[in-house]
Structures are given as structure tokens and as C-alpha cells.
């Protein structure tokens, strides 16, 4: 995610470095479906049958949009606001066309790490084919504790143009891949909505996920509205202080409180198809911290109060010591999540009456 916590790059995986690959053939060695249909339901709970909507009839929901226009017009409207940004919480109103000086450090252009067709996503996102992953270097959160410290604090990946994003996005399709996971995306809705136009043009139907760190403006999300079928934010901290000192954003717990709220306007819950695949809604992250600095329980509860016990949450353990923190100024966070920390965090999913637990969190149970 920004910082995914949990989601490393894999490039021994199946992912490519954009620098070694030509546009024209990337991706094509990563393809290559798992499983059947039938366990990947069962991944995403059998309790849930009753979620389940037609694939049939599944459309994205950007194509609507565009039919009308307005999508292109999204896509200048995003455009325009780099010239003074604001697009995401920082307001750093500077002029991405010119310089990168903004907090994100990003330009004009969405700088992209790699992508790939993603096997370690929740089940109803990789199927049996992938999820179809474009991860973005640099990032609006500066988390300490970062996972992908090369690709978010130090921009590597190669920069493109919204024909060649167009392209990769539409070779994921080709692969077979369930979604397109635009990993990190906050800072780069503009160049994002533009690649989109164009690859829509060309054929793309996918389902489009936006996988980010929660830390996103009303602002951006309205231009998202009708164009995002998933929304997987992150809900990182509780408390203002503790978001401060690990991704100095001290709004952060506000602003991501808005910003899911929103999200879950937009798309309502999670839905999948009859094979177990999500096709639209909101599907919860969060990351447990070591010491409880992330203030879990606390967000289960607000989750489970404020958008509906039925909300899709995967409680993620895989916190380990990276980034920043192996430097010794965050000696508290130092070390993985213990099995009672991740325990606790389990039950006080259940205390809060959460009923749709990620496999991924459910296993552990
Ligand atoms: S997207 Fe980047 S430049 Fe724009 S407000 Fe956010 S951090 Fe600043």
C-alpha cells in the first residue's frame, strides 16, 4: 500500500520488473490458473451463499459511465487537479506537472513497480486465475514500517503513460485474471482514470479494485464514484497520536473513517459471483500491530457498529520489522505479532459480532 502489509512484491512468484520487459508480451509467463471453482468458494465462507449475485449479467462499473461521458470527464476533472494537488489528504497544492514535491513525491506520470497475476490475495480476489495486480511506486502514507520500502519511499518501478498502463491492465484481462488491483493507487487516480478510458475502449471489463492504505479525500473518492467496484481499503490506527509517529498523518484515523464510510456508500457490501469471486463492494483490511498500537479492537467494534456486522474484514497477522523500523527509533514495534496478539484480535472480531471473517483470518481462529 502503499504499504500492503502482508502483500510483498513476488517477483519469483510470476511478477515482472517493468524495466526488463517490453509492454508487448509482459505478464505472459505469469499466467497460469489454480484450483477449481469450487474450493474457491469455499474460501470466500459457505455461510455467505446468500451474498451471491449472477456473474452472467456482470458489468463493470465504469462502462455505464462512460456511456454516458462521464467518465472522460472524470478523467480531465483529475487531471486539472494535479496542476494544484489536491487529491489526496496531504493538500500539498503543488504543481505535479512540473515538480514532484509534493509528499507522495509522484509527477504527472503513475510510476509502476510491477504487475502480475497475484496468487497471495484473498481468496474471492485471486480465483483461480489471480488477481491482476499493477502495484505503483510511491505512496501518500508514509508508513515507518513499510514492507515495500524500494517501491513506496523510493519510487522504483518505471514510469508510463496512460497508453502503456491501458496495456498492462488489458494483458492481466488477457491472462485470465479476476480484477484489476490497483495497489496504492491514492496518488494516482488521475493517470489511473485516463489509462482506464483507454483500456476500456480496447475491451476491458474487469472488475477494478482499489487496494489502498484508507488515507483518501472525499474528493478523489467522488471522482471514483461509479467507476471502482471494490473498494479494499486498509484500516491502519485508531488513534491520532499512533498515526502520527508511524505514518505522520495524525488525521489519519479520521479521514479513514470517512473515507470507508464513503467507500461503503459507493458499493455496499462485499458480493460475489457463484464461483467465489468478488464482483463489487467493500472488503476490510487490517493490519494487527505488535503492543496493540494499532488499536484494534477499537475499529472491529466502530466496523461492526458503523457499517453493518455482515461487513467483509480480513484481520491480517502478517506485521513483520521492516522499513524505518529496523533503525532502532521504533524499538516498540520491533517484532512480529505473538499467536496471542492475533488471538485477541480474533475474539474481539467476535466480541463486536463481525460475521464475514476473511478465510485468511478465520484459519487462524
Ligand atoms: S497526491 Fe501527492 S501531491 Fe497530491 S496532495 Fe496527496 S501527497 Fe500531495
Same mark, same amino acid.
Given at each position: 500500500?502503499?504499504?500492503?502489509?502482508?502483500?510483498?512484491?513476488?517477483?519469483?512468484?510470476?511478477?515482472?520488473?517493468?524495466?526488463?520487459?517490453?509492454?508487448?508480451?509482459?505478464?505472459?509467463?505469469? @499466467?497460469?490458473?489454480?484450483?477449481?471453482?469450487?474450493?474457491?468458494?469455499?474460501?470466500?465462507?459457505?455461510?455467505?451463499?446468500?451474498?451471491?449475485?449472477?456473474?452472467?449479467?456482470?458489468?463493470?462499473?465504469?462502462?455505464?459511465?462512460?456511456?454516458?461521458?462521464?467518465?472522460?470527464? /472524470? &478523467?480531465?476533472?483529475?487531471?486539472?487537479?494535479? *496542476?494544484?494537488?489536491?487529491?489526496?489528504?496531504?493538500?500539498?497544492?503543488?504543481?505535479?506537472?512540473?515538480? +514532484?514535491?509534493?509528499?507522495?513525491?509522484?509527477?504527472?506520470?503513475?510510476?509502476?513497480?510491477? &504487475?502480475?497475476?497475484?496468487?497471495?490475495?484473498?481468496?474471492?480476489?485471486?480465483? =483461480?486465475?489471480? @488477481?491482476?495486480? #499493477?502495484?505503483?511506486?510511491?505512496?501518500?502514507?508514509?508508513?515507518?514500517?513499510?514492507?515495500?520500502?524500494?517501491?513506496?519511499?523510493?519510487?522504483?518501478?518505471?514510469? $508510463?503513460?496512460?497508453?502503456?498502463?491501458?496495456?498492462?491492465?488489458?494483458?492481466?484481462?488477457?491472462?485470465?485474471?479476476?480484477? #484489476?488491483?490497483?495497489?496504492?493507487?491514492?496518488?494516482?487516480?488521475?493517470?489511473?482514470?485516463?489509462?482506464?478510458?483507454?483500456? %476500456?475502449?480496447?475491451? %476491458? /471489463?474487469?472488475?477494478?479494485?482499489?487496494? @489502498?492504505?484508507?488515507?483518501? *479525500?472525499?474528493?478523489?473518492?467522488? %471522482?471514483?464514484?461509479?467507476? $471502482?467496484?471494490?473498494?479494499?481499503?486498509?484500516?491502519?490506527?485508531?488513534?491520532?497520536?499512533?498515526?502520527?509517529?508511524?505514518?505522520?498523518?495524525?488525521?489519519?484515523?479520521?479521514?479513514?473513517?470517512?473515507?470507508?464510510?464513503?467507500?461503503?456508500?459507493?458499493?455496499?457490501?462485499?458480493?460475489?459471483?457463484? *464461483?467465489? #469471486?468478488?464482483?463489487?463492494? %467493500?472488503?476490510? +483490511?487490517?493490519?494487527?500491530?505488535?503492543?496493540?498500537?494499532?488499536?484494534?479492537?477499537?475499529?472491529?467494534?466502530?466496523?461492526?457498529?458503523?457499517?453493518? =456486522?455482515?461487513?467483509?474484514?480480513?484481520?491480517?497477522?502478517?506485521?513483520?520489522?521492516?522499513?524505518?523500523?529496523?533503525?532502532?527509533?521504533? *524499538?516498540?514495534?520491533?517484532?512480529?505479532?505473538?499467536?496471542?496478539?492475533? =488471538?485477541?484480535?480474533?475474539?474481539?472480531?467476535?466480541?463486536?459480532?463481525?460475521?464475514?471473517?476473511? +478465510?485468511?483470518?478465520?484459519?487462524?481462529?
Amino acid at each position: 500500500m502503499r504499504s500492503l502489509p502482508g502483500t510483498q512484491l513476488n517477483r519469483s512468484a510470476g511478477g515482472l520488473s517493468l524495466d526488463a520487459v517490453p509492454f508487448d508480451g509482459l505478464l505472459a509467463e505469469s @499466467s497460469r490458473c489454480q484450483g477449481d471453482a469450487r474450493s474457491v468458494l469455499k474460501v470466500c465462507g459457505d455461510a455467505f451463499r446468500y451474498r451471491i449475485a449472477a456473474t452472467v449479467s456482470f458489468q463493470p462499473a465504469y462502462l455505464e459511465l462512460y456511456q454516458t461521458g462521464e467518465l472522460k470527464r /472524470r &478523467a480531465e476533472r483529475a487531471m486539472a487537479m494535479l *496542476s494544484d494537488c489536491t487529491l489526496c489528504p496531504r493538500v500539498c497544492n503543488v504543481n505535479r506537472a512540473e515538480e +514532484r514535491t509534493g509528499t507522495c513525491g509522484s509527477g504527472r506520470y503513475a510510476i509502476v513497480s510491477s &504487475a502480475f497475476a497475484h496468487f497471495g490475495e484473498e481468496g474471492c480476489l485471486r480465483g =483461480r486465475c489471480g @488477481s491482476g495486480t #499493477i502495484f505503483f511506486a510511491w505512496c501518500n502514507l508514509r508508513c515507518a514500517f513499510c514492507q515495500n520500502w524500494e517501491t513506496s519511499w523510493e519510487g522504483e518501478g518505471r514510469e $508510463v503513460t496512460a497508453e502503456e498502463l491501458a496495456s498492462v491492465m488489458l494483458q492481466l484481462q488477457a491472462q485470465g485474471c479476476h480484477n #484489476i488491483n490497483l495497489v496504492s493507487p491514492s496518488h494516482v487516480v488521475a493517470p489511473i482514470l485516463a489509462a482506464l478510458v483507454i483500456a %476500456l475502449e480496447q475491451g %476491458l /471489463r474487469l472488475p477494478l479494485v482499489y487496494n @489502498s492504505g484508507g488515507y483518501d *479525500s472525499l474528493a478523489a473518492l467522488a %471522482l471514483l464514484d461509479g467507476v $471502482v467496484d471494490i473498494y479494499m481499503p486498509d484500516f491502519k490506527f485508531w488513534d491520532s497520536a499512533q498515526a502520527e509517529r508511524y505514518c505522520a498523518a495524525a488525521d489519519y484515523p479520521e479521514v479513514a473513517r470517512q473515507a470507508i464510510r464513503e467507500m461503503q456508500r459507493q458499493v455496499g457490501p462485499l458480493t460475489l459471483d457463484d *464461483s467465489g #469471486i468478488a464482483q463489487r463492494g %467493500l472488503l476490510l +483490511r487490517h493490519l494487527v500491530m505488535p503492543g496493540g498500537v494499532a488499536g484494534t479492537e477499537a475499529i472491529l467494534e466502530w466496523v461492526a457498529r458503523e457499517l453493518g =456486522r455482515d461487513t467483509y474484514v480480513n484481520v491480517m497477522m502478517q506485521y513483520r520489522p521492516a522499513g524505518r523500523v529496523r533503525g532502532g527509533e521504533f *524499538s516498540e514495534i520491533d517484532s512480529p505479532v505473538s499467536e496471542g496478539e492475533f =488471538r485477541r484480535a480474533l475474539e474481539a472480531a467476535r466480541k463486536a459480532g463481525l460475521i464475514r471473517l476473511d +478465510r485468511h483470518s478465520a484459519a487462524r481462529d
